[in-house]
């Protein structure tokens, strides 16, 4: 459950809770707070924390900033809710506005600093989701599923809506049969590419097919809890692994081929908090919704692990984490450890996490501290603030206004690799490359259960040697939507930009940030 951070007044249900605020958030434009006339006592308790979370950035060193942080020469006009990762190498972000779009397209030598935005088409009327599921499909194009606010009002809206990046336009796409309500709902692709999403407020659980549109219901049978609050990580196998929040620490795996939860065993440690607002809440529908409370991002990490990360737990002031080892076959359960604890007074329920091309993974904290996990520490690094996605060029754009660039480098075998490609392509028109590891070896995002921004899909990078100016051919039809596919054998397409120059290239398939070795060929 989050805050609408666009509107005027804070209405969101869960007690005002600096920890609760990403303080880079609290000083973008497209926060849009009006508060000083405001003589409720929210409006009170938001100047206290506006005040405080200033002294906090203003403590902050500015030379530790410089060293991993960089503004945007061009930052996004209306800020940036939630970015997703076209496969043509731009970034599409939903503006602060909610039901405006924006896309980022690099510069002519490929960089993402001095990159521009552009406004595109904005979602069809009625729609202005905060807090919804997403994906970006096989084919290119984007889902927007629901929303816990729509136009600001706590509704859990059923709307939906597909981008199709190409012709630049929205259209209306149907919620499941009988979902009346979907609100912030957990999702995920899943490697076959169809779109897997879990109903908010019950254990309902639909399929989308990207061909047809169309939903099939997917049986539950053995799920602990309710699906709301709970964030969903695509494992290399093709389960979907979940640690519960009403049922903490009790954590859980879906089996898509046989529509069925098991076990995942338990995290040891309470990834939770309990919601505190008191009560149950009315959403329009039939029954009061009763949160369950929220839980950090989960990471699947190079070495096949799971970074889970929590919220601080009733009676503490601590925030924990623990690491998830998968067992041999699908059904086991596997193990947890326990992680380190985040610094006393941060935490990281409901906030943003990426996997860096160094394989360690950055963590948000709620204070808009950011973390990096390298597999036994978490150390503390620059304020950041806002959402995380990994760029083709292995840095992390934050909320639509800087790159984060961390230290060290990816291993050789975490790259994909080409097997055949074309040697001589003509602009303007499509071929099919093949190779491994085209999907990365995680999703790479996360953020609990929604604003879903996995990055598990290969795009073409093609460089003229003459000049050095960058352009990305735009991929789809990937065979393969999965993580960590190893030596298996996948496949896409990709159309050769008909402006582009021509001449000796080299070309790269990027995953995740992580580049292919590259091959020669001649753009015709």
Not at 81 to 92: A, H, K, N, Q, S
Not at 282 to 293: A, I
Not at 391 to 415: D, F, M, N, R
Request: net charge negative.
């Amino acid at each position: 459950m989050m805050a609408d951070s666009r509107c005027k007044l804070w209405y969101d249900p869960v007690p005002l809770d600096v920890g609760r605020i990403p303080a880079r958030k609290v000083f973008a434009e497209h926060f849009r707070m009006t508060i000083s006339s405001s003589t409720t006592k929210e409006g009170s308790t938001l100047r206290k924390i506006l005040f405080a979370v200033a002294l906090f950035v203003l403590a902050v060193p500015g030379g530790l900033l410089a060293q991993t942080v960089k503004n945007l020469k061009n930052p996004a006009p209306d800020g940036v809710i939630v970015p997703y990762l076209l496969t043509d190498g731009r970034v599409l972000g939903q503006g602060g506005n909610g039901n405006d779009f924006w896309t980022l397209t690099p510069d002519i030598n490929g960089s993402y600093l001095n990159g521009t935005w552009k406004q595109v088409a904005s979602l069809p009327s009625g729609y202005d989701p905060y807090a919804q599921a997403a994906a970006v499909l096989a084919d290119g194009r984007v889902l927007q599923i629901g929303g816990e606010y729509n136009f600001g009002n706590f509704d859990l809206t059923n709307l939906c809506a597909v981008y199709d990046p190409a012709a630049n336009t929205w259209a209306k796409l149907a919620a499941p049969d009988g979902w009346d309500y979907i609100g912030d709902s957990p999702s995920t692709v899943l490697p076959d590419g169809t779109f897997l999403l879990g109903q908010k407020i019950t254990k309902k659980m639909a399929l989308l097919d990207p061909k047809t549109l169309t939903w099939t219901a997917m049986g539950s049978k053995g799920k602990a809890d309710f699906n709301a609050e709970e964030g969903w990580t695509l494992m290399p196998d093709g389960t979907v692994l979940t640690y519960d929040v009403k049922k903490a620490p009790n954590a859980e795996k879906y089996l898509p081929n046989k529509q069925k939860w098991v076990n995942a065993s338990n995290t040891i440690v309470d990834l939770h908090q309990p919601y505190e607002g008191g009560g149950c809440l009315d959403y329009g529908g039939p029954k009061l919704y009763c949160p369950p409370g929220e839980v950090g991002p989960g990471i699947l990490r190079p070495d096949g692990t799971v970074f889970a990360t929590g919220a601080v737990p009733t009676g503490s002031n601590t925030a924990h984490t623990a690491v998830y080892h998968p067992g041999k076959n699908p059904a086991d359960p596997g193990s947890w450890t326990v992680g380190p604890d985040f610094p006393s007074g941060d935490a990281a329920g409901d906030d943003f996490a990426a996997l860096l091309t160094n394989g360690r993974v950055l963590v948000e904290g709620n204070s808009g501290r950011l973390y990096e996990f390298d597999g036994t520490k978490l150390s503390s690094g620059p304020f950041g603030g806002g959402s995380l996605l990994v760029l083709p060029t292995g840095e992390v754009l934050i909320g639509g206004e800087q790159l984060y660039t961390s230290t060290g480098t990816y291993k050789p075998g975490w790259a994909p690799k080409i097997l055949t490609f074309p040697a001589s392509v003509t602009r303007g028109t499509t071929y099919t490359i093949t190779g491994k590891r085209f999907n990365g070896l995680s999703q790479a995002a996360a953020f609990g259960d929604e604003f879903e921004t996995a990055t598990n899909y290969p795009l073409v990078r093609i460089t003229n040697v003459a000049s050095g100016h960058v352009f990305y051919a735009k991929t789809h039809g990937h065979s393969s939507m999965g993580v960590a596919t190893g030596n298996l054998k996948v496949s896409t397409n990709f159309d050769v930009p008909a402006g582009m120059e021509t001449g000796a290239s080299t070309l790269e398939v990027v995953a995740n940030g992580i580049p292919s070795p590259s091959v020669s060929i001649t753009v015709n």
